[in-house]
């Protein structure tokens, strides 16, 4: 969101507060301004078929690295994986709650597994705003770290 549309907000959302209307407005109406970037952006970048095409590519890098890594594979069979949200299980050598705690110290946020499920896993989120050479950087990140392991 350029700054302008930021201190309008701002703005806008002091004079509310001053005159009594409720503030919750104002985020809704952010949220609906965001969301109009967001879809002009997708649209912009070819509508569906390029969410489709980032997203897969995404995911397919994850899947292809955890099936060619030796302390990780893929925690749904290939049939059923999602091209947004790639769920990695690692070997029981690997601490994947600190793997995620160092990715996060480090920056990499929201890579934690399902808490519900109790697996030694990484969820890696492939998301259309997420370019894949940040994926794959994440995937050099993850090696990275690995390697480091005492």
């Known amino acids: 969101m350029d700054s302008s549309l930021t201190q309008a907000l701002f703005s806008a959302e002091l004079q509310a507060f001053a005159s009594g209307f409720p503030v919750m407005v104002l985020h809704l109406i952010a949220t609906l301004l965001l969301l109009e970037d967001q879809l002009c952006w997708m649209l912009g970048n070819g509508g569906m078929d390029f969410v489709t095409h980032r997203t897969a590519t995404s995911s397919a890098l994850v899947y292809q690295w955890a099936d060619n890594h030796p302390l990780a594979t893929p925690f749904v069979a290939a049939e059923h994986r999602s091209p947004v949200v790639a769920t990695i299980d690692f070997d ?44 794959q950087a994440l995937l050099s990140c993850i090696d990275w770290l690995l390697e480091q392991r005492s």
Do not use: H, M, W
């Open 92 to 135: 029981p050598s690997v601490d994947a709650a600190q793997l995620a705690a160092d990715l996060r110290a480090n920056g990499i946020l929201d890579t934690e597994p399902y808490r519900k499920l109790g697996r030694n896993q990484l969820r890696i989120g492939c998301f259309a705003s997420v370019d894949p050479q940040d994926v």
